[in-house]
């Protein structure tokens, strides 16, 4: 589980190298992921939808200055929608790409930001492989799916096992699923 070190007397300690993240830490980073993803990008799907429905509605044939007006207004709103919508899919292309570089070293853009990363059970840094395994296929399509069956429970669950985890690692139960534990960087 945890690397050991020697000391100048040839002693072995169970001291490992590396200090456990805090739950709090773990609450920031997903916080940040989410603003950092999951809001623009619902924001960027609301956005589409608004300026879809602008479409739909406008099908009214107005005459005079109300026409005038009318093409002022759909001109305007679908520039601003544009342009809304053009930067948010940025925010969600720019995170992605972060995102991926920073799966190499065993984390997300929270993790980057709070200084935490994720590490395997025996010590040893989650590569890039690793932590695309633990972030994307078993949270969000495993767990992701689990909790649409159990309308969020398993979500709810998962997040907070570390509150409660009895052998004091601070795991999520993907992390026991995948043996992985959070940490800070080494400073």
Do not use: C
Not at 65 to 94: P, R
Not at 111 to 122: C, E, F, S
Request: hydrophobic share 50%.
């Amino acid at each position: 589980m945890q690397r050991d070190t020697t000391t100048s007397n040839d002693e072995q300690t169970n001291e490992p190298d590396w200090v456990l993240a805090s739950y709090g830490q773990r609450v920031g980073a997903w916080a940040l992921d989410f603003v950092g993803f999951v809001l623009p990008l619902i924001l960027l799907i609301v956005g589409v939808v608004v300026f879809v429905l602008a479409l739909l509605l406008d099908s009214e044939e107005p005459e005079g200055i109300a026409y005038v007006a009318s093409a002022i207004a759909f001109v305007l709103l679908g520039t601003i929608g544009i342009v809304v919508v053009g930067t948010l899919a940025i925010v969600i292309i720019g995170y992605i790409v972060w995102w991926l570089f920073a799966l190499g070293r065993g984390q997300t853009p929270g993790k980057q930001i709070v200084g935490i990363r994720v590490i395997k059970d025996d010590g040893t840094p989650s590569d890039w492989g690793y932590t695309f395994l633990r972030e994307f296929v078993v949270k969000f399509f495993f767990l992701g799916l689990l909790s649409q069956v159990t309308i969020g429970i398993a979500w709810l669950v998962d997040y907070l096992w570390p509150l409660w985890d009895r052998e004091k690692k601070m795991q999520t139960l993907h992390d026991k699923l995948l043996g992985t534990l959070v940490v800070r960087n080494p400073r």
